[in-house]
């Protein structure tokens, strides 16, 4: 089965993309964003350890997550926010990991992962590591467009997550979503034949 791994800044296309994968070629999408919710839950590894490290300031009276109050608390402490990832982010890739086996045990031809950031040792689990890109403009008009936001805000968006340069050392393929979806969705197909051959 070949894995394969998307990342791209806010605004690029990243989730167009997946959608073409997973409509168009039916290949299976894990968002690492909704395993660390899933790791956060009541009961789940994640929230245990969380609680066990840094207190329960920031649990609801049902013994629930309360984001807001977790939020404020990494956002107050950089320490805590260091101690969060240092917990969630192993366990997080090794969920992305099992599932990644169970669906080649199911005969699945690729699969793939998104994930906002990658690093060296979660970029080895893959085949290939696609960059979703677009320019900053283009992106900031398709957020403003999309999602209502400011300009203020698209560029404190894009000035939090990682550079184009990081994204780039990592990548094996740069998706060039800054013309039209047609062109982008040849490509991808094309990306698709190749690695289905």
Partial sequence: MKRIGITGGVGA???QVLERLSSRWQVPVIHTDFVARAIMEPGQEGLKQVVEAL???FLEPDGSLCRPALAKLIFEQ????ETVDQITHPLVWRLVQEELD???NQGKAAAVVES???DQESAAMFDELWYVWAPDEV???RLMESRGYSLDRCRSMMASQQGDEEFRRLADRIIDNSGSWE???ARVDGLMTEICR
């Fill in 116 to 118: 906002a950031l990658f």
């Fill in 13 to 15: 296309g990243k989730s």
């Fill in 102 to 104: 169970r669906l080649e």
């Fill in 139 to 141: 992106r900031t008009s």
């Fill in 78 to 81: 950089p320490e805590a926010r």
């Fill in 183 to 185: 062109d982008t969705a």
């Fill in 55 to 57: 207190g329960s300031s």
